[in-house]
């Protein structure tokens, strides 16, 4: 079977170790400091059964509300 690998950066909403990936954190990192974000609903996320997707847009743009410098 031939699968098109599908880039997370293209993707609507991506898996926690994707979005580790995305913000260049190892997972541990990620769960213990985005995560908490991502459970109160300051990063959008949905479920799907028992996974957990992190929607890139909300990523993207809380990261962005992080930069340090020149807006």
Do not use: C
């Amino acid at each position: 079977m031939i699968t098109d690998k599908i880039e997370p950066a293209n993707k609507i909403a991506v898996s926690p170790g994707e979005a580790a990936a995305l913000l260049s954190l190892d997972r541990s990192t990620f769960y213990r400091k985005i995560m908490p974000l991502v459970r109160e609903g300051t990063i959008r996320s949905l479920r799907v059964g028992a996974r957990q997707r992190i929607f890139v847009d909300s990523l993207r743009a809380w990261a962005e509300s992080q930069a340090v410098g020149h807006p």
